[in-house]
Nanobody
Framework: QVQLVESGGGLLQPGGSLRLSCRAS????????MRWYRQAPGKQRELVAF????????GYVDAVKGRSTISRDNAKRTVYLQMTSLKSEDTGVYYC???????????????WGQGTQVTVSS
């Protein structure tokens, strides 16, 4: 089927930066909008950023706007999230999400990665 694998999390210092990657693989015909979500301890999962298929449109939650950049490399089937000026509030599990049309179906389905832990602490 389709797999999304995130990487790039870890323990980071306040004020530091991170770069997350999420690579899609499997029976993929086309990948549409890709998103990053995060879930802080005891909180609901929230949308952090999205990017459309061509990369022409992006959006960010207010909490990360101005210090985050989402980008994608369609040839590599990979989406990235760069964040600077990290805060303790950025701590959480970051999940990649993609709307994918597979090689064996005309429908578009949502797929999720397993998540990568980001901890911002001194």
């Amino acid at each position: 089927q389709v797999q999304l694998v995130e990487s790039g999390g870890g323990l980071l210092q306040p004020g530091g930066s991170l770069r997350l990657s999420c690579r899609a693989s499997g029976s993929i015909f086309s990948i549409y909008t890709m998103r990053w979500y995060r879930q802080a301890p005891g909180k609901q999962r929230e949308l952090v950023a999205f990017i459309t298929s061509s990369g022409g449109n992006t959006g960010y939650v207010d909490a990360v706007k101005g210090r985050s950049t989402i980008s994608r490399d369609n040839a590599k089937r990979t989406v990235y999230l760069q964040m600077t000026s990290l805060k303790s509030e950025d701590t959480g599990v970051y999940y990649c999400n993609a709307a994918v049309e597979t090689s064996f179906s005309d429908s578009i389905q949502q797929y999720w990665g397993q998540g990568t832990q980001v901890t911002v602490s001194s």
